[in-house]
């Protein structure tokens, strides 16, 4: 029989911008999901494991945000609002995911929808455009809206999604699925996020 189990997340987050982008963003994230699995929620078998099981959080435990962030205008003086910056500027932001201190047997998965979140500002003049050279500003998931495992390296950081132009309110769905060989203890690990900006 295995003992209960209790995961609690502390979300941590690691902001990288590459490629052409000049300007400097911000990442925001808000909320973290736990998860709590009981000895009533365990598989009690011999022989059997619990890890097709996944104890899900809820669609929007953990919503984050890319902004670029205001900036001064040399010479001239005043300052471009994160609305100016997001609406003349755009660049498709891709957002890689990985945790540590993931204990072993313990798969941590993420995901979220397509079009999901709020693009920022609504309108830009990037809209409309007869060519949109890097598509319309939308999310696109990289497994469609399936799960997607998060791998427990900063080496092997994994894409989970990408959206064209600055977004809000993205949510992120966790789900763990726990062998019976974790330890029943309380365990706590990070998760970390990087944006990477490109013209591309």
């Known amino acids: 029989m295995k003992k209960a189990l209790i995961y609690s997340l502390v979300i941590l ?13 911000t ?4 909320g973290m999901p736990s998860f709590v699995q009981s000895i009533e929620d365990t598989v009690k078998e011999a022989g059997a494991d619990d890890n097709t099981v996944g104890f899900e959080s ?37 957002v890689y995911m990985h945790t540590d201190y993931t204990p072993p047997g313990l798969l941590i998965e993420a995901k979220t929808t397509f079009n999901s979140g709020v693009r920022f500002p609504l309108s830009s003049p990037y809209d409309n455009l007869p060519v949109q050279p890097l ?60 944006v990477v900006g490109s013209l591309l």
């Open 58 to 94: 809820d669609f929007d435990a953990t919503v984050i945000s890319y902004v670029l962030d205001p900036t001064s205008i040399p010479l001239i003086g005043g300052v471009t609002s994160s609305e100016q910056n997001c609406s003349l500027n755009i660049f498709r932001y891709t």
């Open 135 to 194: 598509g319309p500003r939308d999310l696109t998931p990289t497994s469609g809206s399936s799960y997607i495992a998060i791998p427990n390296n900063g080496g092997q950081a994994i894409k989970v999604f990408e959206f064209v132009g600055c977004r809000t309110d993205i949510p992120i769905q966790f789900r763990i699925k726990a062998s019976a060989t974790v330890p029943g203890v309380i365990a706590t690990y990070n998760i970390h996020y990087t």
């Open 27 to 30: 990442l925001d994230v808000s």
């Open 13 to 25: 987050f690691n902001t990288s911008i590459g490629y052409a982008q000049i300007l400097p963003g």
